[in-house]
C-alpha cells in the first residue's frame, strides 16, 4: 500500500506500490475501460507493471503522477486520477474500473487529486482532454468543470479540452466541487454500494 496523499470519507488518492500491479491490470486489460484510450488495445500485466513504475518515477521527480485511487486504506483499487507530462501540458486524467463507473468514489477521488496537485504539488495549470465520442467522460468532465470546453485538434485526433489554471480553480471550482462531494455521500445506498454502477447528483 502506498502513501496516503489525501483522502475523504473512506476515499483515497495514494502512492503506487508494484503490489498493485494485479489489480490495475484487471482494469487496463478490459476493453471497456480502454475503449477510449491510445488505439483502443487492452494491456497485460507486464505493461501495467511497466505503466506503475512509471507513475512511480514521475511522482518521485514531479511531486505529482497519476495516482492510485482506493477504497479505505487497504481497500480494493478501483483505478487513478492525478496528471502526467504530455506535448500539450500537464494532462489531468482518470481511469477507473468498469463496476465503478458512476460511483461516488470516481468523482470524489477526481476532486480530491486536482486540490492536491493545485494546493500541495504547486501545478500552476492543468488540462484535460476528452474523445469526442466518449459521451460519459464529456458529461463527466462537465461535473468537474464549469467553464467551456475547447475544440481541439492534434496529431492524436479530435478532442474536447479543459484548460484550467491554479486561480480559477481554487476561486471558481473548488468550493463547488466541495459541496457536491459532500452531496454524493448522502445519497442513500450509493457509497460502497455493492451494485455501484450509479449516477451522480445532477
Known sequence: MGKILKRFDRICIREWSISDSIQYSGIVGDPSVMKYIGNGSTRGIEIAEKEILGFQAENAREGWSRWAVSLDDNG???GYAG????FYG???GMRFARPYWGHPATYISCCLALEHGFEE???SEICTMTHPDHTRGLAF???LFSMKPIDEENELG???MYVVSRQQYLKSEMNKNRKRMQEVLEIPEV????SPRLQLAA
Open 76 to 78: 480494493p483499487l478501483i
Open 83 to 86: 496528471f502526467s507530462r504530455k
Open 90 to 92: 500537464i494532462d489531468f
Open 158 to 160: 479530435r478532442f474536447q
Open 141 to 143: 468532465m462537465k461535473k
Open 191 to 194: 457509497l460502497f454500494d455493492a
Open 121 to 123: 504539488a504547486g501545478l
